[in-house]
């Protein structure tokens, strides 16, 4: 008899096919389900943090959340987040800028007022505490094809000696050969012409025209307003002899691509009154400076792009924090924009070759220590993958008396898909300085965060493989930097990747923020804009899961330069080590004011004495973190400390 199946079991083998077909249709998502929980489950067991740390999001209120470009950590313990326009044109046409303070103590975030748009600006901290922030954007940049108006640089002479000349915004310049008319967008000041005397019989030479620079644009659209050759332009609007002595030149005015150009402005951020403070503008305008603080207190002002979209022709500034005011260095000296210029211990200045990009490929790029005062440049050879220089990240290794730099990753010339996997070693205290390379990075990473934690270790974090994360090459890995055994080891990985416009920042407590990214790209195809990541991760290292913390009870909060002082402490015996960390202020991962400085230590009854370096190069007036750490390297909470 040909054999039936129970209607049982027909039922059991039904069921079971469903079953099957089931699983074969969502084992995929049954996997990535299952292992994600497990994931979560494996990063927060105990054993896992202390040995790897562990990431969070910061809880962002939607009425704070910014494009945090630019972050400072105040001696208020507050974080000032900067955005500006933050890289958006919409926020640039509405005039909507943008700063937030976040407390990490209370959590609490409050909306700063912002005068300028300070999108790509430079700062750094002053010997007062405040910050001082010169520079951002005057115009968005406009690609070739998005330019309609041909425009340009003129050139405005005055040769007349006795008075300058305002030009208002809209002035007309009108070619003597070409006939085209060109209108200004800003008014320019041209400074009167200087006269010349013969040195030996003090007859007088020529008079040298005083010159001012401004953008112009033609008035009407079209191809036919471009000019390929130099032409002498008539400024309508003058009488008598300023029309001679007045006019203009410029060389090319064209439809192509316009740059982002730069401001004039300063301020002094005030983080008692929470305010911004203006100050005496800049001589140059500036768009992707650099700030670096000088061994007697004052800035000194680098690079950028000027107001017509140029760079700035080596034409570098001082600030003085007393009066207020900037002079030119009076020497020439030309970088890339935002180039990572550190102070030294002997007063001199180190340029790692680190640097965001604008300038030319083959001027200013090459590394090496600079005597400002001579204006004598002295390379330092050996860097690996010199070519690859551009959003790198340099860092001063612990303790700043070695003056040992690291030197990580880091890209091809402007939108280059090459990166570098290289990390390289200099120490300028070698009668020769050179490069070396150190351990390598697991894959090729531009723009890498580099912070430098209270254990003598370095945080490395972030970065994308190529340009602005083009291709999804965000890479999602922490790393640990040792600076004893030059060796990475991996920690917990962050769960945002973090590409351009990108930083971190160390906090008092002992834990890192890292902010921004700006990708390209939404997809992979590189066929949607990317968008602004907005939201904030705060690392916790190892050290932090290891049980009780060092903790200071006591002290002063003054130290000066060679003096000692005493902090009262139930942990002496445990404490091996203190020093002063220098408060970040960190934009494109360029930071020229993290330094670690070691301090002397001994055990006293009732606590421990600290005595800070007499060297003002090496510990520059300002504000400090005082940590101390153990034997196991876990350290207490920053102790905010004045050296004055």
């Not at 924090?321 to 007063?347: H, K």
């Not at 834990?511 to 907005?534: C, H, I, K, N, W």
């Not at 290292?541 to 003096?563: F, K, N, Q, S, V």
Request: proline share 7%; aromatic share 10%; net charge neutral.
């Amino acid at each position: 008899m040909k054999y039936r199946p129970s209607r049982r079991t027909r039922r059991l083998a039904i069921g079971t096919a469903v079953v099957l077909a089931l699983a074969a249709t969502n084992g995929p998502w049954l996997y990535r389900f299952g292992a994600r929980h497990y994931h979560t489950y494996a990063v927060n067991r105990p054993e896992y943090r202390a040995a790897n740390g562990h990431w969070d999001f910061l809880d962002v209120p939607s009425g704070h959340r910014i494009n945090t470009i630019h972050a400072a950590l105040l001696h208020t313990g507050k974080v000032l987040l900067v955005a500006g326009s933050g890289n958006d044109r919409r926020n640039f046409d509405a005039k909507t800028f943008r700063s937030v303070l976040w407390d990490p103590r209370t959590g609490a975030f409050d909306d700063v007022p912002t005068p300028k748009d300070m999108f790509c600006a430079g700062h750094t901290q002053l010997p007062d505490g405040k910050l001082l922030i010169a520079g951002g954007t005057k115009r968005y940049e406009k690609l070739e094809g998005d330019v309609t108006k041909a425009g340009g640089l003129m050139i405005v002479h005055n040769e007349d000696p006795d008075k300058p000349v305002t030009l208002p915004a809209g002035t007309r310049f009108t070619g003597r050969e070409n006939g085209r008319t060109y209108l200004s967008k800003d008014p320019v000041l041209v400074p009167r012409a200087t006269k010349v005397f013969d040195k030996e019989t003090g007859a007088f030479l020529r008079n040298d025209a005083g010159l001012g620079r401004i953008y112009v644009e033609a008035r009407k659209s079209g191809a036919r307003y471009e000019t390929g050759t130099e032409d002498n332009y008539r400024i309508a609007g003058l009488s008598g002899s300023d029309t001679r002595n007045v006019y203009g030149i410029a060389q090319k005015l064209a439809l192509d691509k316009k740059d982002f150009q730069g401001i004039r402005d300063a301020f002094e951020f005030d983080p008692v009154a929470e305010r911004y403070i203006p100050v005496d503008p800049m001589n140059e305008a500036r768009w992707y400076p650099t700030l670096t603080t000088l061994e007697d207190g004052r800035v000194l002002s680098l690079s950028g792009l000027d107001e017509i979209g140029r760079i700035v022709p080596g034409k570098d500034e001082i600030y003085d924090p007393r009066t207020r005011t900037w002079q030119y260095t009076g020497v020439i000296r030309r970088f890339p924009t935002y180039p990572a210029v550190f102070l030294m211990n002997d007063g001199r200045l180190f340029y790692s070759g680190s640097n965001a990009g604008y300038g030319p490929a083959d001027e200013g790029r090459d590394p090496g220590i600079w005597d400002l005062g001579t204006n004598t440049f002295t390379k330092i050879p050996g860097l690996g993958d010199p070519e690859l220089m551009e959003t790198s990240a340099t860092v001063r290794l612990p303790p700043a008396q070695d003056e040992r730099f690291l030197v990580i990753g880091g890209g091809g010339v402007g939108e280059s898909a090459e990166s570098s996997a290289k990390s390289r070693l200099v120490d300028l205290r070698a009668p020769h300085p050179e490069f070396r390379d150190g351990a390598a990075l697991s894959e090729g990473t531009r723009y890498p965060g580099a912070t430098l934690l209270p254990d003598d270790s370095v945080l490395v974090t972030g970065g994308s493989a190529d340009y602005r994360g083009r291709g999804r090459s965000d890479i999602l890995r922490a790393q640990l930097y040792d600076p004893a055994t030059d060796t990475y080891r991996r920690v917990a990985d962050p769960a945002v990747g973090r590409d351009y416009h990108s930083g971190s920042v160390l906090l008092p407590d002992g834990r890192v923020m890292v902010f921004g990214s700006d990708p390209l790209y939404a997809d992979e195809a590189g066929t949607r804009p990317g968008t602004f990541e907005q939201r904030i991760e705060i690392y916790t290292p190892p050290y932090l899961y290891r049980g009780p913390r060092p903790e200071l009870t006591a002290g002063p909060d003054r130290i000066r330069r060679g003096g000692t002082a005493l902090f009262t402490t139930r942990d002496a015996s445990s404490i091996t080590s203190a020093k002063l960390i220098r408060p970040s202020a960190v934009t494109h991962v360029t930071d020229t004011d993290q330094r670690s400085v070691a301090l002397g230590l001994e055990k006293v009854a009732g606590g421990i004495t600290v005595t800070v370096p007499a060297n003002r190069a090496l510990v520059p007036s300002g504000w400090y973190m005082l940590f101390v750490t153990d034997a196991e390297g876990t350290p207490s909470e920053g102790s905010w400390v004045e050296v004055p």
